[in-house]
């Protein structure tokens, strides 16, 4: 059968698409920038994407569709996964739609109000302490722009002189990913994986290796699972304080920067997706064991353009 992927915002992702393609899909990639990565060193067919502001986006979107026989959407970037679920035609097959859990990863406050009213998870979110240094987020931010980390004390009501900011403790211990994906029928949690994010470089892990998961951290996300019903693959953050406490900073409701190395582990995300959104088969909770201890060291690879002025 064909497997035909759109992939968009993953001009960037080479192990990620390279990962896809050798399973079997055919990808094809939707970019605003056609001179990316992907489409110079593995030959994807790119089309040039149109801004979110433009309403004609969806339009554009199915004439590829149409054009190219895709058989579904893979989003990867949050505010696509947002607009995609809340205004795409309800007939695309997109990975993961599911309008709460996409609201949860673009909008920043929208997670931490959940934390705010459900006195089972509260103690998990980094609420920001009086007088402790503290860090402010974009509401709607991705990529860790805008993240600013405060030295200074932290006042009580400095985020309420704004709806467009988020504050949270000021987190200083290990920083955990758990890739994991949940099935589009049921929400069953099929598979995850954790690993440790040794080393960054802005919002990219360069140094990651697999671990074994908290089980705080998997109450917290069986716990969202239950009042949210989430779908496909998503990526929860989380980092220790100094007394060892597991805080949640983010979700993210797509594949995550670094899932590929959960992926190397035994979380068959291609296989997943084949099997529950191309040939519609439903999954049960896989009892295949992650491998603990693989790590992660990237390196860069340059793609270069000619006549780019």
């Known amino acids: ?82 607009r995609l679920a809340i205004n795409a035609p309800n007939h695309w097959n997109i990975i993961g739609r599911n309008k709460y859990q996409a609201t949860l990863g673009y909008d920043k406050k929208r997670l ?10 509260y103690g998990y979110y980094p609420w920001p302490k ?57 929400s069953y949690l099929i598979n995850y994986c954790a690993r440790e994010r040794t080393r960054v470089c802005g919002p990219e892990v360069i140094d990651s290796i697999t671990v074994e998961p908290d089980s705080r951290m998997m109450l917290v996300i069986n716990s969202l699972n239950f009042e949210s019903n989430f779908k496909g693959p998503i990526n929860f953050q989380f980092m220790y304080d100094e007394n060892n406490n597991p805080f949640i900073t983010e979700i993210n409701s797509r594949i995550g920067g670094g899932t ?5 582990a035994g979380l068959d995300l291609p296989r997943y997706i084949d099997d529950e959104y191309f040939r519609n088969i439903s999954l049960t909770p896989s009892r295949e064991k992650r491998k603990i201890g693989v790590r992660m060291i990237r390196a860069l690879e340059g793609a270069y353009f000619e006549n780019s002025i």
């Open 112 to 121: 931490k109000d959940i934390f705010e009213f459900d006195a089972f998870v």
């Open 130 to 186: 009086s007088h402790a240094k503290y860090i402010r987020k974009p509401r709607f931010g991705s990529g860790s722009i805008g993240i600013e980390k405060l030295e200074n004390y932290y006042e009580p009501d400095c985020e309420n002189r704004s709806d467009t900011l988020v504050t949270q403790k000021f987190l200083t211990g290990k920083e955990i990913s758990i890739d994991c994906y949940f099935s589009k029928f049921n």
């Open 1 to 82: 059968m064909n497997r035909n992927l759109l992939i968009l915002g993953g001009g960037r992702r080479l192990e990620l698409c390279r990962r896809f393609r050798d399973y079997g899909y055919n990808l094809f990639l939707y970019e605003k920038d056609k001179q990316n990565p992907a489409s110079k060193l593995l030959n994807i067919p790119t089309f040039e994407g149109k801004s979110w502001n433009d309403i004609s986006i969806y339009h554009d979107l199915q004439k590829v569709i149409d054009q190219n026989n895709i058989n579904a959407i893979l989003p990867l970037d949050c505010e696509a996964v947002f």
């Open 260 to 264: 590929v190395l959960s992926i190397e």
